[in-house]
């Protein structure tokens, strides 16, 4: 996983006047927690975070105030609803060596059986335990030929090394389902045939 290294400054400034007048700098607002330590109000660079944020559990180095170096991953992020831009960050604090809960995307690859057959992500998201150095960043799931019916449980997906499920282990991840739009035409037009044979 990658680890990107961001400078932050400790703020002391509160308020919406406060975080707005950070943002008008291109920064971000934001905290970071854990540990039972004292929050810590931060100021993080907008472009750089925005950058690391892409990458889904991403391991941030902060440098604060060119004073600490703390490990963090984000644990919230508040987006503007239209213009997407960031409007705050929750960091949480994180050490070395450290087991942390964190949920990673689900991707599949492959082609479901031929019929028209749906895909529900019933988890789009699988909560998992991995050392806060080594979390991956996605896993994949290869759907190949899975019928109407079918369903991939937690317990099925190979997790990488160090990784362990934090959910039960029978809880349906995906599920195919038979397309309902195709069925009912088709019911209809067998329907048909039978009213003009008789």
Do not use: C, W
């Not at 019933?122 to 909560?127: R, S």
Request: glycine share 8%.
């Amino acid at each position: 996983m990658s680890e990107v290294k961001i400078a932050a400054e400790s703020r002391a400034e509160f308020g919406k006047g406060a975080a707005r007048r950070i943002r008008r700098e291109n920064k971000v607002p934001g905290v970071l927690y854990g540990h039972g330590t004292e929050p810590l109000h931060l100021t993080l660079p907008g472009h750089e975070l925005l950058l690391a944020l892409r990458t889904p559990n991403v391991l941030i180095s902060l440098d604060i105030d060119g004073k600490t170096n703390e490990l963090a991953i984000p644990k919230a992020v508040q987006r503007d609803p239209l213009k997407g831009f960031l409007e705050h960050v929750d960091l949480l604090l994180v050490k070395r060596g450290e087991k942390v809960t964190v949920e990673i995307p689900v991707h599949t690859e492959g082609e479901l059986a031929p019929g028209g057959n749906l895909l529900e992500h019933v988890l789009a998201a699988l909560p998992v335990e991995a050392e806060a150095t080594h979390i991956p960043e996605s896993v994949t799931v290869s759907v190949e030929g899975l019928e109407a019916g079918a369903s991939i449980h937690a317990k099925d997906i190979t997790l990488p090394s160090g990784v362990t499920l934090a959910v039960e282990e029978d809880a349906v991840v995906l599920q195919v389902l038979q397309a309902q739009a195709e069925e009912t035409a088709g019911e209809e037009a067998a329907e048909g045939e039978e009213a003009a044979e008789a």
